[in-house]
């Protein structure tokens, strides 16, 4: 039966919608945790440490936070995975281009699958920059994610690197969200106004939360 659901093209979009969801909820969580940086380092990297500790003594060190990553790796996986078959499938249906394009399609209809790309790499880049160090400028310190922070969005590369992604998943949330009500059944033409403003207000407050962070550290509000 699973099988079936995800061979059908409607299986497909399901699994993509709802991992979609699941991670959207995670940006407004991480956004939300991100924004504390501006009470002070004491503050931010407190908040770091919450995070590792989360479900003791119940649940051991990192437990939590591990859990969460799975969960998240798997949202990931299974979104790019239909977002990929969906699309050859597409193409296999309509293997000519159409003479004209649709006239109501988006900017951001149009770029969910560079979006798609850029937030992929960018991803990895910010695992390896601040999770990591890997690729951390200047010297990476372990358990004072404020200080890794403020030494990332010091240099115009990082900064670039991360508004640039963060513009990119607020126009993936502003058609991301709408089309996963469609998929879901929650749209409807009395419901459609409602949930196409909500999606614009989440793309907006994602972008100004997140982007808030480097123009923090770069005006030295930050420091």
Do not use: C
């Not at 093209?9 to 993509?16: F, Q």
């Not at 990553?69 to 078959?85: C, F, K, P």
């Amino acid at each position: 039966m699973a099988r079936t659901v995800w061979d059908s093209t409607v299986g497909k979009k399901t699994v993509m919608a709802v991992s979609g969801l699941i991670m959207l909820l995670y940006l407004v969580v991480h956004m939300i945790g991100n924004l504390k940086i501006f009470f002070g380092a004491g503050e931010f990297n407190h908040y770091a440490h919450w995070l590792r500790t989360v479900g003791e003594p119940f649940m051991h060190y990192e437990w939590t936070l591990w859990v969460v990553r799975v969960v998240l790796v798997l949202a990931v996986v299974a979104h790019a995975v239909s977002a990929y078959q969906l699309s050859r499938r597409d193409i296999k249906a309509r293997p000519t281009k159409y003479v004209h394009k649709k006239a109501r399609a988006s900017y951001a209809t149009r770029t969910m699958r560079w979006g798609g790309i850029i937030l992929a790499l960018f991803i990895v880049w910010h695992v390896l920059d601040l999770t990591t160090g890997t690729v951390h400028s200047g010297g990476f310190e372990s358990g004072k994610p404020y200080q890794n922070v403020v030494d990332t969005f010091s240099t115009w590369y990082g900064n670039t690197l991360y508004i640039v992604a963060m513009l990119a998943v607020g126009l993936h949330v502003r058609h991301g969200f709408w089309s996963a009500a469609q998929t879901l059944g929650a749209g409807s033409r009395t419901r459609d106004r409602a949930l196409k403003t909500t999606a614009n207000a989440l793309a907006l407050l994602l972008t100004a939360g997140f982007v808030a962070v480097p123009v923090g550290v770069m005006t030295g509000v930050v420091s």
